[in-house]
């Protein structure tokens, strides 16, 4: 392995600040409600519950489920957007904008009154507005595969998969996410053919991966764009900037304000009860709990954060 160019001391023992996390949320396990929408997502134990911090200095703490693989969904929308900005840069806001959307995930009404261009690229009309962009002259299948190449070694792990079930039920259940390309369509705000586009984007849904894949992957997030261990820049200092400000902003649909007020670091989460959250200049943390809150993000996930970071002191407000 590569020396690390950024140890860290840190002031708290970081696997017993873990351990006590897990312990002080366990009264909620299984709480919260599993995505009807998705067959594959209600079978999965609600009672699952794991977190995984990955510093910059390369060492990796984690407990409870943080091992087990489960269906990023939208978090992957962070890793997308990266590449998009790496291959068209700024002229990707010409299609998509950087307002909090304030409505559901799939909402279609503010398409309608924008004109089919989506608020911000967290959200699903906007997330596939990027993959029509990271298509580009290539095909789905080559936009996928440059995803799922990045995902892997951003993590250093070959063995990151698709999970076919989940991608699956994600194009079975994918009427209402059809319909918001349609419509984006309709405004010229598409260049490839809507099945093109969502067929990519079901499958960067069901990409699979443990917590602490999950946090590792997305380390250069906190280091402005670079990978800590090995000094490579991954992405533009502002580019990564602009990411963790609109993870901040709208990284969870209509409950993007109470999860800042609550953690205070940019995040990202998705309707498998997946969370990924960001310390700059520290590293990643990644928690999963299957059952969701009325917004849509993973109610034990976010309060097993709101301990971490009490424990942590962890805050971009700090």
Aim: with cysteine.
């Amino acid at each position: 392995m590569t020396e690390a160019k950024h140890p860290l001391d840190l002031p708290i023992d970081l696997q017993e600040a873990l351990d006590a996390t897990v312990a002080d949320v366990s009264a909620y396990q299984g709480q919260g409600v599993l995505p009807s929408y998705l067959p594959s997502l209600t079978q999965v134990n609600p009672r699952k519950l794991g977190i995984a911090v990955a510093l910059g200095d390369g060492r990796t703490f984690a407990a409870g489920d943080a091992d087990e693989a489960f269906s990023i969904q939208s978090i992957s929308n962070v890793f997308s957007l990266s590449l998009a900005l790496q291959h068209v840069g700024g002229s990707l806001w010409n299609h998509v904008g950087k307002e909090a959307s304030g409505s559901a995930v799939n909402s279609v009404v503010q398409l309608e009154l924008e004109k089919g261009k989506p608020r911000n690229p967290l959200i699903n009309a906007g997330a596939m507005v990027v993959d029509d962009q990271l298509i580009g002259h290539d095909s789905p299948d080559v936009a996928v595969n440059e995803l799922m190449e990045f995902l892997r070694e951003r993590c250093g792990d070959c063995t990151v998969e698709i999970d076919q079930s989940v991608a699956i039920s994600e194009s079975q259940g994918g009427s209402l996410n059809r319909s918001l390309a349609h419509y984006m369509a309709a405004f010229n705000n598409l260049s490839h053919p809507v099945e093109d586009v969502v067929s990519v984007y079901f499958r960067q849904c069901a990409i699979a991966m443990t917590c602490r894949q999950l946090a590792k992957a997305a380390l250069y997030l906190a280091f402005d764009g670079t990978d800590p261990l090995t000094g490579d820049q991954i992405l533009l200092a502002s580019r990564a900037r602009r990411i963790l400000a609109l993870m901040v902003t709208c990284g969870h649909y209509d409950n993007s304000g109470d999860f800042a007020f609550r953690i205070g670091l940019p995040g990202k989460s998705g309707v498998s009860g997946g969370i990924l959250a960001i310390v700059p200049r520290v590293g990643a943390i990644a928690a999963w709990s299957p059952g969701l809150n009325s917004a849509g993000t993973s109610l034990t996930g976010s309060i097993m954060l709101e301990k971490l970071v009490e424990r942590t002191g962890w805050s971009i407000f700090a």
